[in-house]
């Protein structure tokens, strides 16, 4: 599961925050609240936001998808987390945290993310 967490960020890490955006919910099921990115002192990669539950159902394995790109608009890499808690009630909100390194991908390419939102019900 992702979550986010309270972080105490300084100034110079705000500093280096990337562009992101993220895709259409067609369905009207679950809505990315707010997200955010940062670069900690480790060198790792951050988004960190918050989803919700629109619809009047529960869903299931909330998992936030992050597609990373260059400056040339081409892909660099992907990530995943789920939220926490797993399973979202109507209205429901949860955060979530991925967190990159430059093992899992080249963090110092990264230009800007979109995240979309996968789900079971």
Do not use: C
């Not at 925050?17 to 002192?41: A, M, Y």
């Amino acid at each position: 599961m992702v979550l986010i967490i309270p972080l105490v960020i300084t100034p110079s890490v705000f500093a280096q925050q990337k562009p992101g955006s993220v895709s259409n919910n067609k369905n009207n099921i679950l809505k990315i609240l707010s997200h955010n990115s940062f670069i900690d002192n480790a060198g790792y990669f951050h988004v960190v936001g918050e989803v919700e539950n629109v619809s009047p159902n529960p869903v299931e394995l909330v998992k936030v998808i992050g597609t990373f790109y260059d400056v040339n608009g081409k892909v660099v890499g992907t990530d995943s987390s789920f939220t926490d808690p797993a399973i979202l009630s109507a209205g429901d909100k949860a955060p979530f945290e991925l967190i990159l390194t430059s093992a899992t991908i080249p963090v110092k390419e990264i230009d800007n993310y979109r995240l979309s939102i996968d789900w079971q019900k």
